[in-house]
């Protein structure tokens, strides 16, 4: 397991966060992630539009890889730790790093309601 590899799972991770497809995104997961399933979603802004990789660190036996997510209203980072498992890059633990709050953007229709209810 090198680099290039954990990187190509973890922007893999990013795109199916992104596409909303959770099958695709827990495909690189431990079977104790998969199990506590719920704690990790808990993590992520769902939906997700924009997914990216922040850091990777090699340190011993794992990878310790920075993704940054950002949803309709905030902005998350979390940090997850690769190791080889029976071959294959596998995501073993997954814990919240910051969240911040984005300003949300009034849509035009918005803008529109509260130009016709004055």
Same mark, same amino acid.
């Given at each position: 397991m090198d680099? @290039?590899?954990v990187r190509a799972r973890a922007l893999a991770l990013c795109d199916a966060? +992104?596409?909303g497809?959770?099958?695709?995104?827990i495909a690189d997961f431990s079977p104790e992630l998969r199990r506590n399933?719920?704690?990790v979603i808990s993590l992520l802004p769902l939906p997700s539009r924009e997914g990216a990789i922040e850091s990777i660190v090699h340190g011993g036996s794992?990878? +310790?890889v920075?993704?940054?997510l950002t949803g309709e209203s905030e902005e998350v980072q979390v940090?997850?730790?690769w190791k080889d498992r029976d071959g294959k890059p596998t995501v073993v633990e997954a814990s919240h790093l910051s969240r911040t709050e984005l300003e949300i953007e009034p849509s035009d229709a918005d803008e @529109?309601? @509260?130009a016709t209810s004055t």
């Open positions: 680099e @290039e590899v966060i +992104v596409a497809d959770v099958d695709r995104a399933l719920g704690e794992s990878y +310790v920075v993704l940054r940090q997850t730790r @529109e309601g @509260e």
